[in-house]
């Protein structure tokens, strides 16, 4: 019977961003977002500490009657996902699954290089955990990555500060290095970055490819669904989307709006 929801989770509202672009491809099925607001920013946090939310946030959107959870979290995809598949969900939702972000970015990212140099930019927490390293070595060992944390980025645009110049001095700080490394594709590893991406896209040039998480992850569900009629065939099609965060906040309304390109009313949401 058709009647479960695809969940998306991210710790803010960034993740509405990547569901603008999965429902943008998969515009049928019934979805339930959940940004952990109230404890954001994961991007600054310790691994432990960034597994067990992740691991609460989990059994809400599976409460909600999810069959599937996509963490459009980078921060959370890095530092939680692996132990949440191997130990959470083998104990307690053994038919359930989650997957993450960071193996369609490393896909996409491994097909576009043509020097073998692609450049990461991301939170503290998800360059610190080497995640993107370990997800592209293990497609094309030889591929050289260059990392760069951008703490300034998420509090930027979370201010409302995306086309200013403030914004632009931070980028082309973070991205000179990577640059100076003669990449040739950039991955955009964080939820709030794909906002950023014309302005990144100007400051990088046109020798480098640019991989936007929020364009990509869509269709790697839709061929993930594909392959799994025995999940596929137990979500609804109903059109629904419901929205949940954890704090009431007004800037989750206003920008959480802008990112998913349509007004969101959002519930509470309780974790535990
Ligand atoms: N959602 C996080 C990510 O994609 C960024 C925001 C945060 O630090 O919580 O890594």
Known sequence: ??????????????????????????????????????????????????????????????????????????????????????????????????????????????????????????????????????????????????????????????AGEQNSEMTEIALRKYLKPLLAKDIDTLILGCTHYGILEAKIRKIAGRKVRIISESRIIGGKLKDYLARHPEIETRLAKNKKRTFYSTDLTDNFRRLGSKFFGDKIEVEKAELR
């Open 1 to 158: 019977m058709r009647e479960k929801a695809i969940g998306v989770f991210d710790s803010g509202f960034g993740g509405l961003d990547i569901m603008k672009g999965i429902v943008r491809e998969l515009p049928d099925y019934d979805f339930v977002y959940l940004g952990d607001t109230a404890r954001m920013p994961y991007g600054t946090r310790s691994g432990q500490i960034i597994y067990d939310f992740a691991k609460a946030a989990v059994d809400f959107l599976f409460l909600k009657n999810c069959e599937l959870v996509i963490f459009a979290c980078n921060t959370a995809s890095s530092d939680a996902l692996h132990r949440i598949q191997v130990e959470h969900l083998p104990q307690n939702h053994e038919d359930k699954r989650v997957l993450g972000v960071l193996i369609p970015a490393a896909e996409v990212a491994c097909q576009l290089s043509k020097n073998n140099k692609i450049g990461v930019i991301a939170t503290s927490s998800t360059v610190r955990s080497k995640s993107f390293i370990r997800e592209i070595t293990k497609i094309i060992p030889g591929m050289k990555i260059y990392q760069n944390a951008c703490p300034l980025l998420v509090p930027l645009v979370e």
